[in-house]
């Protein structure tokens, strides 16, 4: 995160504070996740006591303060995508993956999480992995899927950017 | 098949939302009219007269809202586009966003004119990274091309956009909530008063719009408020976008008259129920609000014929539920939500909603007891119209309805002590 | 001056002045936890609804100012029934560890169960369990089972000390109050979230086990002598076989000198 982004983003706002999600976001897109020091460093920039940056933070399911998978996996299991069979294409990922809901794998690549609506019912049951859908997901489709992503995930670690990639 | 206004652009399957092609087709047209024949004031009463109501959820006339904003030109005012969209059944921002991020850019254009604002946000959910991503760019081009910033069409008149992008926190659709989040806090609803219209994002006054009612705007400006409020009944004028989702063939936004028969939304434009099964329930408005039967179908889906019918036309997400749908486990998944998403702050809604779902939850699993369904009702009487915000409401209000319509089946849950349905989603 | 009626009786208070301030100024009560005199209003524990003829909800007295002509009702059934589900909801993950709490016997959620709240409980899910005992600073000790998210002390530590130590962490019935990793609670005033927490989630470390309120026979006021500035306060003794035994110094309230606080010193 370079001093000119941190201007960029200040500059869009009258008041510093407001910059805190998407200065945490970034934070987040570099580390994996939000290590207190990015914590600490944000609290100086933003006139905020750690506490106040810790208790946004928690506020919000999309941040994490422990090192994760390096890509996450997110499974909606909210009505709509329920109706169509979500249970089970949760069960299958864990199974894919040999981890529960909530946890990482063991090479530290995925995060697989239960997720409510993401506002893509129209193609539930739904799954999303970084900025991507997929859906309908059914069961069957689980294994491969998850095959994909590691394939991805192999030739992306070449590279040395964190960033997942985005393309399906 | 009647006219569609917002989405007409996206019938067309080779249309890929550019600035280019967004002009190409009448773009920014809207803009420059208001700017060379409208004052702010003419144009609030002109949407005002085309009678468009909120889509995001309360359906609160948009006109209206905007002339609660103070006119005094020495005050900041502020318009933030709520593109939160989380109500559970409800995706039509993936398409209003992704495929047509221009015609939403040009209503908050005109928003703004409106009001004076002179900065916009747009509030997107954290999860819609792809949203926030298009949004980038088309400000970018529109800024290129004279639509955005300083002296927009030589007008005299500057604004600013800028997304902003929630963290995966659905009571930041509150309005409240989402200025506080905006503001860089936890996203808990504000005491009301003061509204936003006098005292909104950093206390100045601001007008909160969802992405759909923003999108009607430049349609309303171009062709008038009468040609607007034909479309619709008196009360509940216009078209809209409804995202239809469960056990439908065809799934997907269809962008209809506001006052559409829900008979035929679900079996001709939706396609009908999958499997050659039987309807049993539909939600509406979003996982919010009470779910109706069978027996309601001829419903038309504007806001008064739905409140008539006991329930709401909320934020236009329509479930679709067939035979093998199992209610008590509806009614866990709904609980479950509210239960994950209650901010806290207020007792009984930070109470409420987990015992709702660890009550439905037990009766689900088999362990129900009689006194449930009567403790289930009364945890839904004492958390409804007590609290900061509606979330206590929302959670409330889809139970008791379940336990109205659907009382026999919690019975049959608590004397076999297991879930009758052969569970259709792997539970 | 407005003049307005509270449970029949004819009240004159100042424009401005809440619901809830004009029956206290009554001298009568409403039952409240997040409400403070001294500290900002956030109307979220709920528990201070009246009913106000004409208003098709319950208000939050804390927060809504008097009208003229106002008909306020502290005790209507609508007021009395939401007044109940509010304590049956804030006890429904309370621990029953009332024997032992240093609250106990002086604790406004105690206090208000016994005169306001159900006698029995519906709840048969398994109660929350949280961190239970932890040291947050050189006077304070937490109890999150006991919380019941009022906020106060938050709001103190913000507002009043200015050093945003403690905040409400996570959310929904998952809220906690908590401090940033390896910081504690050791401004100059820590102490006085003891004496604001309507509960026994914030208690004395030094006075910890000590006595129950009961026992403490005399309540002497008194003024600190430890620096110039003179702050009011009550001295709590406790008689003892052995004599008379000091056991606790809580701020006594006087707007001219300290306000409700007191600082750390000792």
């Known amino acids: 995160m370079t001093e000119e982004t941190i201007h960029k983003i200040l500059s869009r706002y009258p008041h510093r504070r407001s910059a805190l999600l998407p200065l945490l976001h970034l934070c987040q897109q570099e580390a994996g996740y939000l290590t207190d020091e990015a914590l600490r460093l944000l609290s100086k920039r933003l006139g905020l006591s750690p506490t106040q940056v810790v208790e946004v933070v928690t506020f919000y399911d999309m941040f994490h303060l422990k090192p994760g998978g390096q890509r996450e996996i997110w499974v909606c299991h909210n009505l709509s995508c329920s109706l169509l069979g979500a249970e089970k294409v949760v069960r299958r990922f864990e199974e894919a993956l040999g981890i529960g809901a909530g946890e990482t794998t063991q090479d530290g690549l995925f995060r697989l999480k239960r997720v409510e609506c993401l506002a893509a019912c129209g193609i539930a049951p739904v799954v999303q992995v970084g900025a991507e859908y997929y859906g309908p997901v059914s069961p069957q489709d689980v294994a491969q899927f998850v095959e994909r992503l590691r394939a991805q995930s192999a030739v992306s670690n070449q590279g040395s950017a964190f960033l997942p990639k985005a393309d399906g | ?427 | 001056m407005i003049d307005l009626i509270i449970d029949g009786a004819q009240v004159q208070v100042p424009a401005g002045t809440s619901i809830l301030e004009a029956v206290l100024r009554m001298g009568r009560e409403i039952p409240h936890f997040c409400y403070h005199p001294k500290l900002a209003v956030v109307g979220s524990c709920r528990m201070c609804q009246v009913e106000v003829q004409g208003a098709p909800k319950l208000v939050i007295s804390c927060a809504t100012p008097v009208a003229e002509g106002m008909e306020v009702l502290t005790a209507s059934e609508r007021a009395t029934k939401a007044r109940k589900a509010v304590l049956e909801f804030l006890l429904l993950n309370h621990p029953l560890d009332c024997p032992i709490c240093d609250k106990g016997g002086e604790c406004p959620l105690q206090d208000y169960t016994f005169k306001y709240g159900p006698g029995e409980s519906r709840f048969v899910e398994e109660k929350v369990h949280r961190i239970k005992h932890q040291p947050i600073g050189p006077f304070v000790v937490f109890d999150a089972e006991r919380c019941i998210l009022c906020s106060r002390c938050v709001r103190f530590c913000n507002d009043v000390v200015g050093t945003s130590e403690l905040g409400v962490f996570s959310r929904g019935d998952r809220s906690v109050i908590g401090l940033f990793p390896g910081q504690s609670l050791d401004n100059k005033y820590s102490g006085n979230v003891i004496d604001l927490c309507p509960v026994g989630a914030l208690t004395s470390r030094d006075y910890r086990f000590k006595s129950r309120p009961w026992d403490l026979v005399t309540q002497v006021p008194s003024v600190c002598g430890l620096c110039s500035a003179g702050c009011n306060i009550v001295v709590d003794v406790r008689h003892k076989e052995q004599g008379q035994q000091l056991l606790r110094i809580r701020p006594r309230i006087n707007d001219d000198v300290n306000g409700y606080w007191i600082c750390d010193d000792r």
């Open chain 2, 1 to 427: 098949m009647s006219e569609k206004i917002l989405t007409k652009r996206l019938e067309n399957p080779g249309y890929g939302g550019t600035i280019e092609e967004h002009l190409a087709t009448g773009g920014y047209q809207a803009i420059a009219k208001a700017l060379k024949e409208h004052t702010p004031a003419s144009l609030i009463e002109l949407v005002r007269r085309s009678g468009l109501r909120g889509r995001g959820g309360a359906g609160f006339p948009t006109g209206v809202k905007w002339g609660f904003v103070p006119k005094d030109p020495g005050l900041t005012k502020y318009l933030v586009c709520n593109a939160d969209e989380s109500e559970p059944g409800t995706f039509k921002d993936l398409d209003l966003i992704m495929r047509d991020p221009h015609q939403l850019l040009e209503g908050i254009l005109l928003a703004s004119y409106a009001i004076g604002c002179q900065t916009a946000y747009i509030y997107i959910r954290g999860e819609f990274i792809a949203g926030a991503t298009i949004l980038e760019r088309a400000i970018k081009d529109a800024a290129t091309h004279g639509f955005l910033g300083k002296d927009i069409l030589g007008s005299g008149f500057s604004v600013e956009i800028h997304p902003h992008r929630g963290a995966g926190a659905y009571i930041c659709g509150e309005e409240t909530a989402l200025l506080e989040s905006l503001e860089g806090k936890r996203g808990l609803p504000r005491l009301k008063p003061p509204f936003p219209a006098t005292a909104g994002l950093y206390r100045l006054p601001t007008v909160v719009n969802n992405v759909e009612t923003l999108c009607n705007l430049p349609h309303i400006v171009l062709r008038g408020p009468e040609w607007f409020s034909s479309i619709g009944t008196p009360k509940s004028t216009g078209t809209r976008i409804f995202s239809v989702s469960g056990h439908v063939r065809r799934p997907g936004n269809y962008e209809l008259p506001i006052d559409v028969p829900m008979r035929e939304l679900i079996f001709e434009h939706a396609g009908g129920m999958r499997d050659g099964r039987r309807l049993k329930a539909v939600i509406p408005g979003g996982s919010s609000v009470p779910v109706l039967t069978e027996q309601y179908l001829d419903t038309r889906m504007d806001f008064e014929s739905l409140a008539k019918a006991g329930s709401m036309a909320g934020s236009g997400g329509v479930i679709v539920m067939d035979e093998s749908t199992c209610m008590v486990r509806t009614g866990e998944v709904v609980a479950r939500f509210y239960h994950h998403e209650s901010c806290g702050q207020c007792t009984q809604c930070r109470e409420g909603t987990a015992w709702l779902h660890k009550t439905l939850r037990r009766i689900e699993e088999g362990r129900g007891r009689k006194a449930d369904l009567d403790l289930l009702l009364d945890i839904c009487e004492n958390m409804k119209g007590k609290t900061i915000c509606p979330l206590s409401d929302a959670a409330a209000m889809p139970i008791e309805s379940y336990l109205k319509y659907f009382g026999d089946e919690f019975e049959q849950h608590i004397v076999e002590r297991a879930c009758p349905f052969a569970s259709t989603d792997g539970s």
